[in-house]
Structures are given as structure tokens and as C-alpha cells.
């Protein structure tokens, strides 16, 4: 069935450092792709997504691009800030029964900043 | 706007009770879901609602039951609980499908002794 293996952590960085979170994917078809973070205490909630081939989702910041040639949706900032701590996840939306997608989410990436 | 929201935040149970997580979301949207998050494992899809009056299972559906009450509930019930549903418990919604943006409640922490 569909996959997402994303980078282990979890990840330290000073604040400013460069950012590159990996996410990887194995599906059949033609899946949408997400990344969600969860800061403490809290739901998941959408960072940005991206729905087809060479598609660049980007929001605060963080930018991912769909690359179906790698299968891979990594996610990048340019300069972190305390305020980014969480835990990301990237996820993949398949098409399930009745015409609904589900997604299938990867083990997620603590995130740590530090000033 | 309240979003999505869920009750209890946290539950201690003892093995073979039971109990009902409720959710409900006010933004109209068609179809519901019901998470499970344990550490290393991600979220996992325990069931979900398309739309109104209708449930499918999702990757762990075995130890629980769901109701999609009306457009805006959706339950989680576990009939028998036990130590291996110990675990946090995400309700989330979209418009209609997994394409669209899912939004999270903030959790139910469930410990089953």
C-alpha cells in the first residue's frame, strides 16, 4: 500500500539555521501532498500542500515541491525561528473508497529551535 | 467559530469499560474522521464519514465503533477498552475529501489501566 517515510529526529538548530525536513513516498496513482505541524498541546494543523507533479507549496516561510521523478516532498526554511519548534508531518492523500481520499501520515519530525 | 472541537480532553479507563469520544465541527464540511496517534507511528486512520449518514473503516478500525449522528457530530465508542488503546484520539473535517484541507480538534488523551 501507499508509504511516507519521513527524516528521523528529532532535529535541533539554532535559530536562523537553514532548514531541510525529508519525506519521501511510495503510491500507485497520483496522490496529493502535505505537510502538517503540530505545535504542544495542540491538533494537527495544515502547513502548506501540494496536489500535482512539480507543484511548490509554501507558507510562513517553508516551502515544499512535489518531484514525482524522486517521489519526494522535502521540506525547507531558509532561516528558523524559535516560534517554528513542533513536530511536522508529511502526509499523502490517496483516493479511497466512495471517491474519498484518506491520508497516510509518516512518523513526524520533532523540530527543535534554539535562540 | 469554535472550528473542530472534542470532548473529554483526557480519560482514565480500566479495562472492559467503556466509553464514547464525541466531536463536532461547525464549518459545514461533509466528510469527518477519527485519528489515533501513538509515539513513532504517526496518526492513523481508525474510521471516517464522507458524508452524512455514511462510515468506512480506516487502517485500525478493530475495538471501536463510530455514529455520524448528523452532519456536524461524529462519535467514537469503544466498547471493550483495553491497554492497547491507550493512545491520543484526533477528530478532524474537510469539505468533502482528503484533497481538501483537514482540520484537527485538539485531542483526547485516553489511558486504559
Known amino acids: 500500500g501507499d508509504s511516507v517515510t519521513q527524516m528521523e529526529g528529532p532535529v535541533t538548530l539554532s535559530e536562523e539555521a537553514f532548514l531541510t525536513i525529508n519525506c519521501t513516498y511510495t503510491a500507485t496513482g497520483y496522490p496529493s501532498l502535505f505537510w502538517y505541524v503540530q505545535y504542544p498541546g495542540e491538533g494537527l494543523q495544515l502547513l502548506l500542500k501540494a496536489t500535482k507533479a512539480d507543484d511548490k507549496g509554501s507558507n510562513k516561510g517553508f516551502e515544499a515541491t512535489y518531484r514525482k521523478e524522486t517521489t519526494s516532498f522535502h521540506l525547507e526554511k531558509g532561516s528558523v525561528q524559535v516560534s517554528d519548534s513542533a513536530v511536522y508531518f508529511c502526509?499523502?492523500?490517496?483516493?479511497?473508497?466512495?471517491?474519498?481520499?484518506?491520508?497516510?501520515f509518516g512518523t513526524g519530525t520533532r523540530l527543535t529551535i534554539i535562540p | 467559530n469554535a472550528g473542530v472541537t472534542q470532548t473529554p480532553k483526557f480519560q482514565v479507563l480500566k479495562t472492559g469499560q467503556s466509553m464514547t469520544l464525541q466531536c463536532a465541527q461547525d464549518m459545514n464540511h461533509n466528510s469527518m474522521y477519527w485519528y489515533r496517534q501513538d509515539p513513532g507511528m504517526g496518526l492513523r486512520l481508525i474510521y471516517y464519514?464522507?458524508?452524512?449518514?455514511?462510515?468506512d473503516k480506516g487502517e485500525v478500525p478493530n475495538g471501536y465503533n463510530v455514529s455520524r449522528l448528523n452532519k456536524r457530530e461524529f462519535s467514537l465508542r469503544l466498547e471493550s477498552a483495553a491497554p492497547s488503546q491507550t493512545s491520543v484520539y484526533f477528530c478532524?473535517?474537510?469539505?468533502?475529501?482528503?484533497?481538501?484541507?483537514?482540520?484537527f480538534g485538539p485531542g483526547t488523551r485516553l489511558t486504559v489501566l
Open positions: 502526509a499523502l492523500g490517496e483516493w479511497a473508497n466512495f471517491g474519498n481520499e484518506k491520508l497516510t
Open positions: 464519514s464522507a458524508s452524512e449518514g455514511t462510515t
Open positions: 478532524a473535517s474537510s469539505l468533502d475529501s482528503s484533497r481538501d484541507t483537514q482540520y
